[in-house]
Each structure stands twice: as C-alpha cells, then as structure tokens.
C-alpha cells in the first residue's frame, strides 16, 4: 500500500472516541478500575500495565493515528479486550468525559517531546488537562508522571502541586521507582541506556 492509502486507513480507521459527552465506564464491559494512559506512544505500557493488572479496564489516548490504529490492531490480534483505544488530543476528549470521580488510575510517560516555545500550545500537561484529570479521578486515585528531562519534571511538579484536588507523594512528589509495574517504550530504553527518569506521584485528595 503507498503511504497516502496507508495514512487514510489510519485515519479513517483508528478508533475515536464517541461524539459529545460521554461515559468512560460504558468504553469497556465489565466491572474493573478504570486507568488512563495518556499519549501512550508505541504501546508497551498497555501491555505491561494489564498484563500487570489484569482487573483493570485501561483507556489509552493517542494523538498520532498511526499509533493508535497500530495499538488497537495489536491488541485485536491477542484478544485482548479490557484496554480500549481512543485516537485524538486527550485534552480535548477527556474534557467531554464523564462520569467525575470515576478514574483510579492515570500514566503520562515521557510527555511533550516538544522544546521550542512556538510549541508550548501543544503541551498535553497544562491546566486544562489537569483541572479535567481532577474532576475524573476518584478519591484516592493515582496519577503518574515520568520523564527524562529534570526540568520538565520540576514543571510538572508545580504545575501539579498548583492543582486543587492533588497531593503529592511525600518527599516532594518524586518517586525512585514506576508504582504501576508497566515500563512505556521510552522508560524501557531509558533504563536499558541507564539514563536518569524522573518520576513524580500525586493522589487525588
Ligand atoms: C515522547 S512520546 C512518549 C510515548 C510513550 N508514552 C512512551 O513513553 O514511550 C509522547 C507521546 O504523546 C503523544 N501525545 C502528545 N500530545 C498528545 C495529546 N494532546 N493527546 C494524546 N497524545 C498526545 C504523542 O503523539 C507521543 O506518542
């Protein structure tokens, strides 16, 4: 297939989320914790986190159609049926998400791989994102963030202490090891090159 066809089946066929509001329990039967893995890249961390937590009803959000469309394939093909993929901006799908205080679980691995100012609008963290990820997380939810860029991470960190609603883990939000037991493609080569990531933790009050 030539590229072209190849980007319209991707964009024709990855899978989006339902129109207006709409209710994250109703994307995936059963009966588990929902998760949110936010920009998951290549995919390993769906496939770690429900190998690791094999309960849990995991929503992955993947701007990149290509990526999305990929990961959904993939997960078809092993049948794997508690992780379902929604392809487009997350900032602008969780903001039409419901119910509140539903979510347990929230990962951001390795987030905004943008550095240049001009590209500051396209950062996922900000305040939006995060005022929507307050009002969906339930009491006693965690939201994960990792990098390997410190002073994103110092970012993050103050972005997330400025939240109403979070908590940071003690010590100052930072944390030596990922809580979720599922390594992101970018975490799992950081850790292969012995590269420093910077980790943060914060639960919802
Ligand atoms: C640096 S990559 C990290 C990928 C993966 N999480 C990992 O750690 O290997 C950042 C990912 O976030 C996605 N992304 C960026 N902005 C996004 C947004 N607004 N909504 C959803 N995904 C987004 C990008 O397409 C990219 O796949």
Redesign the pocket.
Known sequence: MSDSVLRRLYREQAPRAPEGRFLLEDLIAGSGPLEL?????????LFERTAAAPESRIIG????TK?AYKAAERLEKRGIEKVMILC??????LKRAEPSRSVERV???????WWKKRHDK???IGEA?LGDLARLMAPGGELFI?TDVEHRAEQYRAQLQDTPGFTLASGGGYVGVNPFGAR??????ALEDGLPVWRILATRD
């Open positions: 893995d936010i920009g998951f890249g290549r995919g390993l961390s959000i993947e701007v990149k990526l487009g901006d997350a900032r602008e799908i990962a951001l691995h390795f987030p905004d791989p396209r950062r996922v994102l990792q992101s493609n970018r975490e799992k080569r």
